[in-house]
């Protein structure tokens, strides 16, 4: 089982774990477990831990108390968060607490040290500060001499441990709302008297520490100190700050973000359309600018006789376009005769029997690309205006893109850096910090300059 020794520096809780393993004047003189405060100078600056096994009554077994003796706090910024961290690696490989024993000397008055000792020891073990706390106070001397002189001094023994719980109470965050165990004792009597009646004391301690219910102390984490508390206060100001100046950033752009991509939308838009027209201006150009024939120019015979006549009919057609072929047509009753074509006519004659009606046409052909030619010119013209339009708008649509693209990886980045910082202002509230955390703080506290 195991007891947390508690208490500011020169209260006796050395002294007192020393009594509790070995009364014996050997082992508190010449060969102490704990090393006792010598002229007011604290001994104990680091954790210590010390194990004795007690025979249990009406049993052959027996049972190992392990004393676990700490350095007072409120000494340094760095001491004090190395000593919480020592703590706390203690408790956690005990994974269980029976007793927190608060060690006061007798009629002592509760400094500031207490006070900040008790008051991180309420918040680092709420659950122990609830029912299995003790109160012990040292140096209360029970030779006659000293009782007489208590009596002459008018000093209330009753009253006294009164005030102690109702101060000690008060120092846990007023989380010890029982009356807890307090016990009184001489760790170093003089006289076989007092020394059995110290060890009677001690005997109830121990018997009263091994009917206690332990409480489990796994995954402690450590409780911050003052100083980091006002450093953490001061850096969360400070990341609250940053998260709001992110988070205006963020705003902005996200805005830029949706008019980037309003605008590579829109642009989107504008290029289909584009590519649609430009789309329509080549069928229209590959329709035209081809070697394929189109008429050019068409001339149709007819004559108005009531009867049947034999005649000759000359013709001749001119076309403002160069013209390639031609084709002729009768209704059998005539033939042409002597065509000629030329490249902007055809003529020659045609011999027949006419009457009232069309008897016969010649068409003339001329490629297509010959008679477009200035319509072929224009489309060519509007093609390439729409592919500048066309490239113009692709190179708006890429920047508008890029934009988008940039703002996006400026939001990610915005967004990881307010949930990072969030994540560091949430630590910063809590009142506790993870073994890897306190370890980290410590190493910071070491490159700071204070006065150890």
């Not at 052959?60 to 392990?66: F, I, P, Q």
């Not at 109470?169 to 004792?185: A, D, E, K, R, V």
């Not at 590579?264 to 290029?271: D, P």
Request: hydrophobic share 30%; charged share 35%; net charge neutral.
């Amino acid at each position: 089982m195991s007891v947390l020794l508690i208490g500011s520096t020169g209260m006796g809780k050395s002294t007192f774990g020393n009594f509790l393993i070995d009364p014996d004047d050997t082992h508190m003189y010449d060969r102490q477990t704990f090393p006792a405060a010598t002229n007011n100078r604290p001994k104990t600056q680091e954790v210590k831990v010390a194990s004795k096994h007690f025979p249990i009554e009406g049993s052959d077994r027996k049972m190992e108390l392990k004393l676990i003796d700490t350095p007072g706090l409120n000494e340094s910024a760095t001491k004090d968060l190395s000593h919480m961290i020592d703590i706390i690696k203690k408790l956690n490989e005990c994974q269980e607490i029976r007793a927190f024993i608060l060690v006061v000397k007798f009629n002592a008055k509760i400094d500031a040290q207490y006070r900040a000792t008790m008051e991180y020891y309420s918040k680092l073990l709420p659950g122990l500060f609830e029912k299995n706390v003790i109160i012990v106070l040292t140096d209360y001397a029970t030779d006659e001499r000293s009782v007489k002189q208590r009596e002459r001094q008018c000093i209330d023994v009753e009253e006294i441990k009164r005030n102690t719980i109702l101060e000690l109470g008060q120092c846990s965050n007023n989380q010890i709302t029982y009356s807890p165990q307090l016990f009184m004792i001489d760790c170093q009597p003089m006289t076989s008297a007092e020394k059995e009646i110290s060890k009677k004391e001690r005997k109830a301690i121990l018997d009263y520490i091994f009917q206690l219910t332990p409480i489990e102390v796994r995954n402690q984490m450590v409780a911050k100190t003052d100083y980091i508390k006002q450093k953490d206060a001061q850096k969360y100001e400070q990341l609250q700050g940053e998260i709001k100046g992110y988070s205006e950033r963020l705003q902005e752009v996200n805005k830029e973000s949706k008019n980037a991509l309003d605008q590579t939308r829109h642009k989107n838009r504008e290029i289909t359309e584009i590519e649609s027209k430009i789309h329509d201006l080549k069928k229209q150009l590959e329709d035209k600018d081809t070697t394929g024939e189109i008429v050019a120019v068409n001339c149709s015979i007819n004559e108005e006789w009531k009867w049947f006549q034999w005649q000759t009919r000359e013709f001749n057609i001119e076309s403002q376009h160069e013209i390639s072929s031609h084709t002729k047509w009768t209704n059998g009753n005539c033939q042409f005769k002597e065509i000629v074509q030329k490249p902007d006519a055809i003529n020659g004659r045609i011999e027949g029997s006419f009457m009232r009606g069309i008897h016969a046409s010649i068409t003339a052909y001329t490629q297509k690309k010959i008679k477009y030619a200035k319509e072929i010119e224009d489309l060519k013209k509007k093609i390439e205006t729409k592919n500048k339009i066309l490239t113009e708008c692709k190179d708006e649509w890429e920047k508008y893109r890029a934009e988008q693209k940039e703002s996006l990886e400026e939001i990610e980045l915005l967004e990881k850096y307010i949930a990072q910082r969030r994540v560091v202002a949430e630590k910063c509230r809590s009142n506790l910090m993870t073994m890897e955390d306190a370890a980290t703080r410590l190493e910071e506290l070491k490159g700071e300059r204070f006065d150890d």
